[in-house]
């Protein structure tokens, strides 16, 4: 099955700075996503990405489906965006495939 | 529309005993995922159902088995606990096809003492 690797492991900023979060895979994968999971154990869904661009409020997200990663952007960060940030990936009918995580502490 | 729901949140077990979780998916959802979370070996896939049908397996022993009803609610059960299955126990649910993204209910937390 494919790889999944994310970094930084773990990242510290201070409230209000910027952040980029990476995620490569192995090999190519048809379906993409992006989770975000707080302190209570909940996996929230950030983006359904397998190619392009997309945006939502201060995050966005870039997939390089050809080059194999995709990019995870945090604008402006607010205590709350503290937690841990999964990307996972599928190729074919194949199962999900998860990272190891980015745990994030953005501090007051 | 109602998320994906999973019973109970939380639970506690001896050794030796023997579990039952239950995840009812989106209303449309027909296929299931489950996953293990421990804080060593991170979010691993167990398995996944879809109509009734497990449709991939994880490399987890035996003594973890899962099915789906008609109706798309899914349980799995661990049998002969071991401490080490402590965990964060999650359910996915999806619409058909590769390329549906997954959504996740908020976990049944297993202690087993």
């Known amino acids: 099955g494919i790889q999944v690797e994310q970094s930084p492991p773990d990242l510290i900023l201070q409230e209000g700075a910027n952040s980029t979060l990476r995620c490569n895979f192995s090999d190519s994968v048809n379906n993409l996503q992006w989770f975000h999971q707080n302190p209570w154990g909940q996996l929230i869904n950030l983006f359904y990405i397998p190619s392009g661009t997309k945006q939502n409020g201060r995050l966005s997200a870039t997939t390089v489906a050809t080059e194999r990663y995709s990019l995870l952007y945090i604008s402006s960060s607010q205590t709350t965006d503290s937690g841990v940030y999964f990307c996972a990936g599928r190729r074919g009918g194949q199962n999900f495939v998860f990272g190891p995580g980015t745990r994030l502490s953005v501090l007051p | 529309k109602a998320g994906v729901t999973q019973t109970p949140r939380y639970l506690i077990k001896t050794r030796g005993q023997q579990v039952t979780l239950s995840c009812s998916p989106i209303?449309?959802?027909?296929?299931v995922s489950w996953y293990q979370q421990t804080p060593g070996q991170g979010l691993q896939f167990l398995f996944e159902?879809?109509?009734?049908?497990?449709?991939n397996k994880g490399n987890f022993p035996g003594r973890f088995s899962g099915r789906q009803f008609s109706n798309s609610r899914s349980e799995m059960n661990v049998s002969t606990l071991e401490l080490g299955d402590s965990a964060l126990y999650l359910c996915?649910?999806?619409?058909?096809?590769?390329?549906?993204?997954?959504?996740f209910g908020d976990g049944t937390r297993l202690s087993i003492l």
């Open positions: 159902y879809f109509s009734e049908t497990q449709r």
């Open positions: 209303s449309g959802h027909r296929s």
């Open positions: 996915a649910s999806s619409l058909d096809g590769p390329n549906q993204p997954q959504h």
